[in-house]
């Protein structure tokens, strides 16, 4: 599972606050208990005015940067901010995110010709986010021709098909497992994420549904996450699924990871 750690983003209260009060120890401290716990990525948004954002972006990279060598997920809904700060990356990231929305594609696809970056590609156009399979996958494949002509491949590609909160959509979940199954048979090789945690918006016990959800678009297929990677309890359920999904040898690496107290507590032994 590639995870893409979100804990670094302006619409988090306390993050807004570090923000706001360039409290670099407290973004260097959540960007390296992350890496710790095992992102992949680091995901940075900035999440204020559109005056204030590429200036607070730059600010955000090099404080994450300083801290850890995990690569950078840079995220704005707003293509040319992320194009505005790409060059202040010490090394290939990841883009969040290109969509059939406005000139997404257009502006961010060439940043990554020649080079390793990936991107964030969500199935959404100008009409909004569609409810069916069939316009998520079209979405899909204009995306991948696009990125085709810049040489960019499916490999590095991360298909989030948003999923609905369950509280709105009885079928959520379903459609997002079906969604993950159809999108890795046209492309085998492509990566399929999302904020899984969406599922639960409005529900209670929010932690077990997403813990569950999390589970059920493994099995699916889903091979990466926007997520929180300090949390115990779902990182345990990755390395759970994929032991008992027979793609953990031995237990390998669900056993090293309670041994590096990444998953469990004392009270599980």
């Not at 955000?60 to 992320?82: E, G, K």
């Not at 159809?182 to 969406?198: C, F, Q, R, W």
């Not at 569950?212 to 990755?238: K, L, Q, W």
Request: charge should be negative.
């Amino acid at each position: 599972m590639i995870i893409i750690g979100e804990k670094i983003n302006g619409t988090i209260p306390a993050v807004k606050e570090a923000i706001e009060k360039r409290d670099a120890v407290f973004i260097a401290d959540r960007a390296i208990k992350q890496a710790e716990a095992g992102a992949h990525f680091i995901d940075v948004c900035a999440s204020t005015a559109p005056e204030y954002e590429i200036e607070t972006l730059k600010w955000l990279m090099a404080v994450v940067q300083d801290a850890t060598d995990i690569p950078l997920c840079i995220d704005s809904p707003n293509p040319r901010v992320i194009e505005a700060v790409f060059k202040y990356a010490n090394k290939p990231g990841m883009l969040n995110s290109i969509s059939e929305e406005g000139d997404k594609c257009e502006v961010l696809l060439p940043l990554m010709e020649g080079n390793t970056w990936e991107v964030v590609g969500l199935t959404c156009d100008d009409r909004g986010i569609p409810n069916d399979l069939q316009t998520k996958v079209e979405i899909t494949k204009i995306m991948v021709e696009k990125a085709a002509k810049y040489g960019i491949t499916p490999d590095r590609i991360h298909i989030d098909s948003c999923v609905m909160a369950l509280s709105t959509e009885n079928n959520s979940m379903l459609n997002f497992a079906e969604e993950i199954k159809e999108i890795k048979t046209l492309y085998p090789t492509i990566h399929v994420t999302g904020a899984i945690s969406n599922i639960s918006f409005g529900l209670p016990v929010r932690s077990l549904l997403n813990k569950t959800a999390i589970a059920f678009a493994i099995e699916a297929g889903m091979d990466s996450a926007v997520m929180d990677p300090m949390n115990r309890d779902t990182m345990g359920t990755i390395y759970a699924t994929y032991a008992l999904m027979g793609q953990d040898k031995h237990c390998r690496k669900y056993s090293k990871a309670f041994r590096s107290g990444l998953i469990g507590s004392a009270k599980n032994i």
